[in-house]
């Protein structure tokens, strides 16, 4: 089992690498022996390493077609060759739906599902040409597939990730396979942004069944799965890891004796 989750001689390529969620996807690949380009808008302070591993930062906005481009071509003069793609870079701040500027929604989608989309298009493009094929991983989210108030345009755009996931299925196959994962609430160093201190973070992870929030390192997990040979014929689905979901509301409320 464990040969099969190596990646020795392996190329991936992880967009917003560097920290979050991104980060603990990058440090499950180098423990696993790939090679692993990461790429940014701000270079890491430091950058993910695992052993004797570190991974390689370029600079790119993601939401810049000539710039993915150049990128992607650098990265095979470089390296010979692309593997698997994960398309993690992505977020939203709070914004009411209501009286956000149409330039604002633009520059959200254009983040969270035209970059994921030109950045496919272009590796797919050296995948094809591959022995090997490829993999491209899409990192969604539980906005997706639940109401998302005060980041309505990241939800639509993470929807659209997910549908955009199995249409690329069927189209690049049978040398590239795309899957999704809808990841749920996260722990990242800037937590406490979203959910508070301590006891809040503790708060939200017991509405979880699983008793906690996932750490990045749990979606760099699924990363492996959906980039491996393990998963060789899964394509065109989506991965949910939320640890068990967000409990129906109506539990909390309900009133009923017995």
Known sequence: MQNRLDFSGKVVIVTGGGKGVGRGITERFLNNGANVVICGRSEPETLPSAGNKSAVFYQVDVRDADAIQTFVDTVVSEFGRIDVLVNNAGGAPAADAATVSPRFSESIIRLNLLGPLNFSQSCNRIMQTQDSGGAIINIASVSAVRPSPGTAAYGAAKA????????????????????????????????????????????VGNTIPLGRMANPEDIGDACLFLASDLSAYVSGSTVTV?????????????????
């Open 160 to 203: 659209g990730l997910v549908s955009l996931t199995s249409s690329l299925g069927v189209e690049w196959a049978p040398k590239v396979r795309t899957n999704a994962i809808i990841a749920g609430l996260i722990r990242t160093e800037q937590a406490h942004l979203h959910y508070g201190d301590e006891a809040g973070i503790s708060a």
């Open 242 to 258: 939320h640890g068990g979901g967000e409990k129906p509301a109506f539990l909390s409320a309900a009133n009923v004796d017995g």
